[in-house]
């Protein structure tokens, strides 16, 4: 079985560059998660996903960040403008959601620099 | 705030020995609690979870320890291999699907 797909794997781009990463999750799970992971911060929730739908997009830093799902294999994560504090390893995660069970599938993750 | 909290950025044991590895936090309301390991250019993969309606979980050399009333909970290994090298994280839910995790131990088995 495929796990959680993500690309690019590596990224980098100029301050000012829009940037887009994209994560296709484990078939069958309808839910989808963006974190950021930085040495400062750790591992934190950007948004996540229920069947296709927005459902929390507190951790989303500030307006330049946007993510998408337009159907239930495919997100999107764009950055646009860039900063170089966006450097960062970004994951995307997939669950099958129901009650009792909470476990998140990861990608490989997305390492993003911003020169 | 940090509601989840891994208070030994790393940690070294003896092959075949006993790993610990410990998480604390402080939201009440958490109920579910997962540990997760990462190896360097990988994304974090689920070992193992607990409710809050146990005390205990274990899944072959993996047992999962959770002390409600300390807010406390721990990851044993026994024994520990050389592939168990890795960073461990906890993680906890509050009945949502929002997963808070704590900052992470980097465990390193010496043979």
């Known amino acids: 079985d495929a796990g959680v797909i993500q690309s690019p794997r590596h990224e980098v781009t100029e301050m000012g560059q829009e940037v887009t990463l994209r994560c296709k999750p484990i078939?069958?799970?309808?839910?989808l998660f963006w974190y950021r992971q930085t040495m400062m911060r750790g591992l934190e929730l950007l948004i996540y996903f229920n069947n296709n739908v927005p459902i929390d997009d507190s951790g989303m830093p500030e307006d330049r960040f946007s993510a998408k799902m337009p159907n239930a294999s495919f997100s999107t994560l764009k950055i646009q403008p860039s900063e170089p504090r966006d450097s960062a390893v970004y994951f995307c995660a997939s669950s099958l959601s129901w009650q009792g069970a909470l476990e998140q599938y990861f990608g490989p993750g997305t390492r993003l620099t911003v020169t | 705030d940090q509601q989840v909290k891994q208070n030994s950025p790393s940690l070294s044991v003896q092959e075949g020995r006993i790993s610990i590895l410990n998480c604390d936090y402080t939201n009440s309301m958490f109920d579910y609690f997962l540990w997760y390991k990462k190896y360097p250019a990988e994304g974090p993969t689920f070992l193992i979870s607990i409710s809050s309606i146990k005390d205990k979980n274990e899944d072959g050399r993996f047992t999962v320890f959770l002390n409600k009333s300390a807010k406390h909970l721990s990851l044993h290994i026994v024994p520990s291999q050389p592939g168990d090298s890795a960073v461990y994280f906890c993680?906890?839910?509050?009945?949502?699907?929002?997963?808070?995790f704590g900052q992470g131990t980097r465990l390193t088995i010496n043979p």
């Open positions: 993680a906890a839910s509050g009945g949502a699907q929002k997963l808070v």
């Open positions: 078939s069958g799970h309808n839910s």
